[in-house]
């Protein structure tokens, strides 16, 4: 199950409230081998040598992404955006499958699983930049959709300065924006009522006003019913939101008009929606 910006704020927050203060005693990493040759993971595994021993001072998300910082100048940044499992233990009884393990000096335990592409490495405060994706998501240029500073008047600003199609602008590395990924792009455009191939500039001030508003609705609705229904927080919960556009609607009829729902390849992806609603 992918982890995007509302799934990395609920673990994220969780995290905080559990680890904050915990020293690791020791650490594990198992099944590795692939993710090291394809850069997901840290090559030199000596690095994670900097978390013994040191204390947890907070626990962060920003876009995908979530930054564990340590008291010794060491943070852990995890990015399972495509896929992943960070999960809280209270003791060592059935640990599940992991990538990397953290045992704590109380006898706790964490275990994070990729289960595709993401990331996990640690970097250093002097070096957090060399980071790809802490690099991408905690770029303070950059809006999220759960900043304050993320009204409608600096949102309807960058759209208008963008003639792109949607998908640029809102989803990807150039984007305005952090957090937004396929998926729920196309919840954001179905809300919204809006055609993926439509350009942001070429948008009326009452789209860019939808636009923002199914923005902010999807991603607080995702947060409030702790994340998509396939997510397992970290104390293994199963999120209940259910996205209203996207493979999941494929062959069925759009509940709001009885069109069928089409799927359209865009972006190096598949993108679904209704052609009657979002014209």
Same mark, same amino acid.
Request: hydrophobic share 40%; glycine share 8%; proline share 4%.
């Given at each position: 199950?992918?982890?995007?910006?509302?799934?990395?704020?609920?673990?994220?927050?969780?995290?905080?409230?559990?680890?904050?203060?915990?020293?690791?005693?020791?650490?594990?990493?198992?099944?590795?081998?692939?993710?090291?040759?394809?850069?997901?993971?840290?090559?030199?595994?000596?690095?994670?040598?900097?978390?013994?021993?040191?204390?947890?001072?907070?626990?962060?998300?920003?876009?995908?992404?979530?930054?564990?910082?340590?008291?010794?100048?060491?943070?852990?940044?995890?990015?399972?955006?495509?896929?992943?499992?960070?999960?809280?233990?209270?003791?060592?009884?059935?640990?599940?499958?992991?990538?990397?393990?953290?045992?704590?000096?109380?006898?706790?335990? $964490?275990?994070?699983?990729?289960?595709?592409?993401?990331?996990?490495?640690?970097?250093?405060?002097?070096? $957090?930049?060399?980071?790809?994706?802490?690099?991408?998501?905690?770029?303070?240029?950059?809006?999220?959709?759960?900043?304050?500073?993320?009204?409608?008047?600096?949102?309807?600003?960058?759209?208008?300065?963008?003639?792109?199609?949607?998908?640029?602008?809102?989803?990807?590395?150039?984007?305005?924006?952090?957090?937004?990924?396929?998926?729920?792009?196309?919840?954001?455009?179905?809300?919204?009522?809006?055609?993926?191939?439509?350009?942001?500039?070429?948008?009326?001030?009452?789209?860019?006003?939808?636009?923002?508003?199914?923005?902010?609705?999807?991603?607080?609705?995702?947060?409030?019913?702790?994340?998509?229904?396939?997510?397992?927080?970290?104390?293994?919960?199963?999120?209940?939101?259910?996205?209203?556009?996207?493979?999941?609607?494929?062959?069925?009829?759009?509940?709001?008009?009885?069109?069928?729902?089409?799927?359209?390849?865009?972006?190096?992806?598949?993108?679904?929606?209704?052609?009657?609603?979002?014209?």
């Amino acid at each position: 199950m992918s982890v995007e910006l509302p799934e990395a704020k609920i673990v994220a927050e969780q995290m905080n409230h559990e680890l904050k203060g915990k020293q690791v005693k020791s650490f594990l990493v198992k099944d590795c081998e692939r993710l090291q040759r394809i850069g997901m993971m840290e090559k030199n595994l000596t690095s994670f040598n900097q978390l013994v021993d040191a204390k947890i001072e907070s626990v962060a998300a920003r876009g995908n992404v979530i930054r564990v910082k340590f008291d010794n100048g060491a943070n852990l940044i995890l990015g399972p955006e495509y896929g992943g499992e960070i999960f809280y233990h209270k003791n060592e009884a059935d640990v599940p499958r992991f990538h990397l393990r953290l045992d704590f000096s109380d006898g706790t335990v $964490l275990t994070v699983r990729l289960t595709s592409m993401g990331v996990i490495q640690v970097v250093k405060d002097d070096a $957090l930049e060399t980071s790809y994706v802490y690099k991408r998501d905690f770029d303070p240029t950059k809006l999220s959709p759960t900043d304050e500073a993320f009204t409608f008047e600096r949102f309807a600003k960058l759209m208008a300065e963008n003639n792109k199609m949607l998908k640029s602008v809102l989803v990807g590395k150039d984007a305005i924006i952090v957090g937004v990924s396929n998926s729920t792009f196309q919840d954001i455009l179905y809300h919204a009522g809006i055609h993926p191939k439509r350009k942001a500039a070429e948008l009326g001030m009452d789209e860019w006003q939808s636009l923002y508003d199914a923005i902010l609705m999807v991603v607080k609705e995702r947060i409030r019913l702790n994340g998509k229904d396939l997510f397992h927080d970290l104390y293994g919960k199963q999120g209940s939101y259910v996205p209203a556009m996207g493979p999941n609607m494929k062959q069925k009829a759009c509940p709001i008009c009885g069109a069928k729902i089409e799927k359209l390849s865009m972006g190096g992806g598949q993108v679904y929606l209704c052609p009657s609603c979002q014209r």
